[in-house]
Every structure is written in C-alpha cells, then in structure tokens.
C-alpha cells in the first residue's frame, strides 16, 4: 500500500525525487519497468540528501528513457 505516481524520464538523466515537506516517516522507491520486472533502482528511508529527519529524498540517473518508473512511497 502507500501513495504512488507514474512518470517519464530520460535515459542518462539525474533526477531527484523527495518527500521534504511531508510530516510523515516516509518510504520512498523509485522503480523501472523493463518490460516484464519491476526493478527497485533507487530508495530512502530517513535523512535523504536533499532533507532531514523522517523526509525521504533520493537522487538517481534514469536508466533508459521509458515512461515506465514509478515511485511508491510508504
């Protein structure tokens, strides 16, 4: 269970992702769909680089540009 969203990246791209502004103790993965698994490729829990406390932020290079990531935070 948890919150989830889509979305698409390009391949070789470095993105972050976070949820600093979140008063929750937030699980945060990002997943890559390469057509027939889900693949965790990035993940935090606590202390993120991009926040502090129970925030989650991670930052990752996408690898492949696809509109198959998702990422599910819990």
């Known amino acids: 269970s948890g919150t989830y969203t889509y979305f698409t990246l390009v391949s070789g791209q470095s993105y972050t992702v ?7 103790d937030d699980h945060l993965t990002i997943y890559y769909y390469n057509g027939s698994v889900w693949t965790p490729i990035a993940y935090n829990n606590d202390n993120g680089p991009d ?10 290079t996408a690898p492949a540009s696809s509109n198959n ?6």
Request: glycine share 4%; aromatic share 14%; net charge neutral.
């Open 51 to 60: 926040c502090s406390g129970t925030s989650a932020s991670t930052t990752f």
């Open 18 to 24: 976070s949820t600093c502004t979140s008063p929750f």
């Open 69 to 74: 990531y998702i990422a599910i935070i819990n």
